[in-house]
């Protein structure tokens, strides 16, 4: 079945880039997503790209999409304490069903 | 995008008992999931809440364990029955607003003992 598999801590010095890293298997995915998850929220929907494009910025996000290898990566510019959290990947496995990586904790230090 | 609330926020249950999830969107939706999140883990869908007719439900979850009700285009619940400790997860409920972009709600935070 269709897998999305991330790394699982990222840690980052404030004001640096963070880039989170996402790869999954399903070729007929249409449309990627991130999600970020703060301690004991729930998901906050923070971009998604369709799968004939290339690449998506957002502010400070900027997504990248290399279709041929399957890979999706996210990086947050100038990154804050405040962007502390769990970033969540997921894969439009169709008919609206979201498959989702495992997450990758987010540690920003000063 | 959607506002959706859940209740309750968090509950703490005994074994052998069971627990109704409620789902409000403060708009017509034309999808509504449910996920669940156990300690620590990613999210798995449990199923699709079907507006009129029976929730599909996905590998793993059944109905006899998990069952849903969609009476309306605003509104779903998700009991938990006959619950056991391995049932204590975070249950959120999400929906498709037609467009590409599926929203999650707060979830509920599920201990079981």
């Known amino acids: 079945g269709e897998d999305v598999e991330q790394s699982l801590f990222l840690s980052v010095r404030e004001g640096d880039s963070s880039v989170i890293n996402c790869t999954y298997t399903?070729?007929?995915?249409?449309?990627l997503y991130w999600y970020k998850q703060e301690p004991g929220a729930g998901l906050q929907l923070l971009t998604y790209?369709?799968?004939?494009?290339d690449m998506k910025q957002d502010q400070r996000l900027t997504v990248l999409l290399n279709k041929k290898d399957k890979h999706l990566s996210l990086r947050i510019a100038d990154t804050q304490t405040g962007d502390s959290a769990i970033y969540f990947c997921a894969d439009s496995g169709g008919y609206n069903k979201l498959i989702f990586g495992a997450g990758t904790r987010l540690a920003v230090h000063p | 995008s959607a506002v959706i609330s859940q209740k309750p926020s968090r509950d703490i249950c005994q074994r052998g008992t069971s627990l109704t999830i409620q789902c409000q969107v403060d708009s017509q939706v034309t999808m509504m999931f449910w996920y669940r999140q156990q300690p620590g883990q990613s999210l798995t869908l449990i199923a699709t809440?079907?507006?009129?007719?029976?929730?599909?439900?996905e590998s793993g979850f059944v109905i006899d364990k998990f069952p849903i009700s969609r009476p309306n285009l605003t509104f779903s619940t998700l009991t938990v029955s006959n619950m056991s400790p391995e049932d204590s997860s975070i249950y959120l409920c999400?929906?498709?607003?037609?467009?590409?972009?599926?929203?999650f709600g707060p979830g509920t935070r599920l201990t079981v003992l």
């Open positions: 999400s929906v498709g607003t037609g467009g590409n972009e599926q929203f």
């Open positions: 809440a079907n507006q009129g007719s029976e929730a599909t439900y």
């Open positions: 399903d070729s007929s995915s249409t449309y």
């Open positions: 790209i369709f799968s004939n494009m």
